[in-house]
Every structure is written in structure tokens, then in C-alpha cells.
């Protein structure tokens, strides 16, 4: 995927960044004293991270709570003015917008939600042309990598310059243990594309609970993403949305005191050999992977030859089951996790029914 934005680097707007630059604060904004007392208690612990909460929260269904609206913009002015960390909220429309722009919000963040429509998108846009400000942008809630480059592209062809991904997760079929399926490749092929773009994580609404926040964090810091968005509150049970999910400001700090950051590059030469070492290897092996996988699909076409002649459907569930059972058994006695085996199987079978539709629509002569 092509992708080009005129970016300016985080170091140059955020002068404080080290690694990861933090996002903390509550999901909604509910109270002042909420947000005064989270925000000074993460502000002892990281001074120069940057605050957030939700003032207009896009809920699935209504009837439950949807913000506390303008007066919460009053309430971050507060925590500016008294513990200093720079502000952040998330916006859905232009009027959401001018009233952050009116109550001085340093950063805005435009929520999976609304990322997936490029008419808000674009209304969000429009309404920033000729502002200086930094803009986050989420992933779409379902895995579209040209999706999330559009809101991207929008945002940076209204001349903001000072852009950040951040990856939330995705909704899809099979979550596996996360409220949000983390799917890292799509992040990792946006900032392939774009490797100027700097990239946070949002463990929080990965996991959906705090267990797994440090454990996504951790792999965050390790696919080199820049920072973090982790929703903090100072009674989490007590939250008004998302109160399965935030940490106390206490459980933020152990989980940001125990991340191991390393280094993306290294200079050390014998470290560089043995890497490129075991690296060719691996190129070796992958090949020889793509090589098994092209027979084993010419192997699929000629089944699917034999399934046309004999007038039978491309796909025989109890085969399928069949197969995927004693694929998971083989696999897991060698060492290979559950749902990597599971995965890899379905691809293989979801591009051997396309090569067999091919087999079956393909009209012979008569
Ligand atoms: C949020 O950050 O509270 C939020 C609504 O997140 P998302 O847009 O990722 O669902
Ligand atoms: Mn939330």
C-alpha cells in the first residue's frame, strides 16, 4: 500500500517524548473531582504525558452514558491549569471541534468509529483547516487498512502536519481472549507504508481488561511503536463506561515501570552478523513454506476438478472439521500454539475454496 503524508516528526512538537510517549486519563470524563484527582495523581508519576477523556462518548446503544458534553472542557481547562499535562479528547463532528478549539484542547483524536466514515472524517477535516493542532487518529473498528490511511490522508490534506495512528484493535469474528482483536499486522503494514508516521497503542481497548494491558504494552514497545493510550481512573469500578478496563493511576506507573524498551537498531557488528545469519535462514525457510503451499494448492485445483465432474459442493463441513482437528493435534504436539496452528489453517482453506470457485466457474468449451 502506497501512503505518503507530510509528517513533522513527534520530537519536534512534543519535546519531552521518550519512550513511549503516554496517553493516560479516563475513558469519560464523569466529574472535577474525577478528573482533577486522576489527572494530579498521573501527573506525580509522569508530568510530561499527555491527559485524556472522552466529553462525547459514541456508546452502542443509547440509554447509557453519552458524555458529560461542554462542561467536561471546563474540567480539562482545570487540569491544565493545575497539574500542567497537556490535554486530549476525542472528536466526532466539526461543532465537537470548534469547542475544543475554544476551550484551548492540545490534542484531538478522531475514535475508531468515526474513522471508519470518511464523511465525518471529512467534516472533522474541513473544520481543522488553518489550525495548528496535533491529530490522533484510531483504526476503522473493523480491519481496513485503506480505511484507516483515508482518515489519515484527510486529516493531512487539511495541512495538519502533527499526525499519530493509533492502533485500538479491531472487531472481527474471533476475538480470541481480547475485547478488541489486536491484529498487529495491520499496524505493522501502515507504518511499513508510511514509516514516518509515528504509531501508538491503545492496550486498553485491546484487552478490555486491565490483565492484559501489560502484556499488550510490552508487545507494543516491541513492534517499535512510540507510545501508549492507556485509560486510567481513579475509582475504576466506579467508571461510568469502560469500567472493566481502566487501572488506577498506581497501576499505570508499575505497568509503565516494568516495560522493557529496547532498541530498534543496533550497532554492535557481531550482534548485526548473527542476526542476518539466522535471518537468511529464516528467508530459506519461508521460501521452501511458499513452495509446499503453491503444491498443496495445485493439489486443491485438482480436487476441485473432481468435485465439478462429480456435481459436489467445494465444501464438505465435517471434512473441514475433520481436518482442522488433526491439523490443531499435529501441531500442537510439535510446540505450535492453538490458535497459530487454527489461523494458518484457515487461510490455507479460505485460498483453497477460492482456487476450487475458480475450478467450478471456470465455463469449458464445448
Ligand atoms: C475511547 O478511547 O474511549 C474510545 C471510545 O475508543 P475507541 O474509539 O477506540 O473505541
Ligand atoms: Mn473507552
Same mark, same amino acid.
Given at each position: 500500500?502506497?501512503?505518503?503524508?507530510?509528517?513533522?516528526?513527534?520530537?519536534?512538537?512534543?519535546?519531552?517524548?521518550?519512550?513511549?510517549?503516554?496517553?493516560?486519563?479516563?475513558?469519560?470524563?464523569?466529574?472535577?473531582?474525577?478528573?482533577?484527582?486522576?489527572?494530579?495523581?498521573?501527573?506525580?508519576?509522569?508530568?510530561?504525558?499527555?491527559?485524556?477523556?472522552?466529553?462525547?462518548?459514541?456508546?452502542?446503544?443509547?440509554?447509557?452514558?453519552?458524555?458529560?458534553?461542554?462542561?467536561?472542557?471546563?474540567?480539562?481547562?482545570?487540569?491544565?491549569?493545575?497539574?500542567?499535562?497537556?490535554?486530549?479528547?476525542?472528536?466526532?463532528?466539526?461543532?465537537?471541534?470548534?469547542?475544543?478549539?475554544?476551550?484551548?484542547?492540545?490534542?484531538?483524536?478522531?475514535?475508531?468509529?468515526?474513522?471508519?466514515?470518511?464523511?465525518?472524517?471529512?467534516?472533522?477535516?474541513?473544520?481543522?483547516?488553518?489550525?495548528?493542532?496535533?491529530?490522533?487518529?484510531?483504526?476503522?473498528?473493523?480491519?481496513?487498512?485503506?480505511?484507516?490511511?483515508?482518515?489519515?490522508?484527510?486529516?493531512?490534506?487539511?495541512?495538519?502536519?502533527?499526525?499519530?495512528?493509533?492502533?485500538?484493535?479491531?472487531?472481527?469474528?474471533?476475538?480470541?481472549?481480547?475485547?478488541?482483536?489486536?491484529?498487529?499486522?495491520?499496524?505493522?503494514?501502515?507504518?511499513?507504508?508510511?514509516?514516518?508516521?509515528?504509531?501508538?497503542?491503545?492496550?486498553?481497548?485491546?484487552?478490555?481488561?486491565?490483565?492484559?494491558?501489560?502484556?499488550?504494552?510490552?508487545?507494543?514497545?516491541?513492534?517499535?511503536?512510540?507510545?501508549?493510550?492507556?485509560?486510567?481512573?481513579?475509582?475504576?469500578?466506579?467508571?461510568?463506561?469502560?469500567?472493566?478496563?481502566?487501572?488506577?493511576?498506581?497501576?499505570?506507573? +508499575?505497568? *509503565?515501570? $516494568?516495560?522493557? #524498551? @529496547?532498541?530498534?537498531?543496533?550497532?554492535?557488528?557481531?550482534?548485526?552478523? &548473527?542476526?542476518?545469519?539466522?535471518?537468511?535462514?529464516?528467508?530459506?525457510?519461508?521460501?521452501?513454506?511458499?513452495?509446499?503451499?503453491?503444491?498443496?494448492?495445485?493439489?486443491?485445483?485438482?480436487?476441485?476438478?473432481?468435485?465439478?465432474?462429480?456435481?459436489?459442493?467445494?465444501?464438505?463441513?465435517?471434512?473441514?472439521?475433520?481436518?482442522?482437528?488433526?491439523?490443531?493435534?499435529?501441531?500442537?504436539?510439535?510446540?505450535?500454539?492453538?490458535?497459530?496452528?487454527?489461523?494458518?489453517? +484457515?487461510? *490455507?482453506? $479460505?485460498?483453497? #475454496? @477460492?482456487?476450487?470457485?475458480?475450478?467450478?466457474?471456470?465455463?469449458?468449451? &464445448?
Amino acid at each position: 500500500m502506497k501512503l505518503e503524508l507530510n509528517i513533522t516528526p513527534l520530537k519536534e512538537w512534543f519535546p519531552h517524548f521518550i519512550k513511549p510517549m503516554l496517553i493516560a486519563g479516563p475513558c469519560s470524563a464523569e466529574s472535577e473531582e474525577q478528573m482533577l484527582t486522576t489527572a494530579k495523581q498521573i501527573a506525580a508519576f509522569y508530568p510530561h504525558s499527555i491527559f485524556r477523556a472522552g466529553i462525547w462518548k459514541p456508546r452502542t446503544r443509547p440509554n447509557t452514558f453519552e458524555g458529560i458534553g461542554n462542561i467536561g472542557l471546563k474540567w480539562m481547562q482545570l487540569v491544565k491549569q493545575q497539574t500542567g499535562l497537556l490535554t486530549s479528547t476525542e472528536v466526532a463532528t466539526a461543532a465537537h471541534v470548534e469547542e475544543c478549539l475554544k476551550h484551548g484542547i492540545d490534542i484531538l483524536w478522531i475514535g475508531a468509529r468515526t474513522t471508519v466514515n470518511p464523511f465525518s472524517v471529512q467534516e472533522i477535516a474541513d473544520a481543522l483547516k488553518g489550525v495548528d493542532i496535533p491529530v490522533f487518529v484510531k483504526n476503522p473498528i473493523y480491519p481496513d487498512l485503506q480505511l484507516w490511511a483515508g482518515a489519515l490522508e484527510r486529516v493531512n490534506n487539511a495541512g495538519i502536519t502533527k499526525i499519530v495512528a493509533i492502533h485500538r484493535g479491531f472487531q472481527s469474528y474471533d476475538n480470541g481472549p481480547f475485547r478488541n482483536s489486536p491484529k498487529w499486522e495491520l499496524a505493522i503494514d501502515l507504518k511499513t507504508a508510511c514509516p514516518a508516521l509515528p504509531v501508538i497503542c491503545d492496550p486498553s481497548h485491546i484487552a478490555g481488561t486491565p490483565e492484559l494491558i501489560p502484556y499488550i504494552s510490552q508487545k507494543a514497545m516491541d513492534m517499535d511503536m512510540d507510545g501508549l493510550l492507556i485509560e486510567t481512573h481513579c475509582r475504576p469500578a466506579e467508571a461510568l463506561s469502560d469500567a472493566k478496563q481502566q487501572v488506577t493511576p498506581l497501576e499505570l506507573k +508499575q505497568i *509503565i515501570d $516494568d516495560l522493557q #524498551i @529496547r532498541s530498534s537498531s543496533t550497532e554492535n557488528i557481531e550482534l548485526q552478523t &548473527k542476526l542476518e545469519e539466522l535471518r537468511l535462514i529464516i528467508t530459506k525457510l519461508d521460501n521452501e513454506l511458499l513452495e509446499i503451499l503453491a503444491k498443496r494448492m495445485a493439489v486443491s485445483a485438482q480436487i476441485g476438478e473432481y468435485k465439478k465432474e462429480n456435481n459436489i459442493t467445494i465444501l464438505q463441513v465435517s471434512h473441514w472439521k475433520r481436518l482442522i482437528e488433526s491439523g490443531i493435534e499435529s501441531g500442537t504436539q510439535i510446540g505450535l500454539p492453538k490458535e497459530f496452528v487454527k489461523g494458518i489453517y +484457515q487461510l *490455507i482453506n $479460505d485460498e483453497s #475454496i @477460492r482456487r476450487q470457485t475458480e475450478v467450478m466457474n471456470k465455463t469449458t468449451k &464445448k
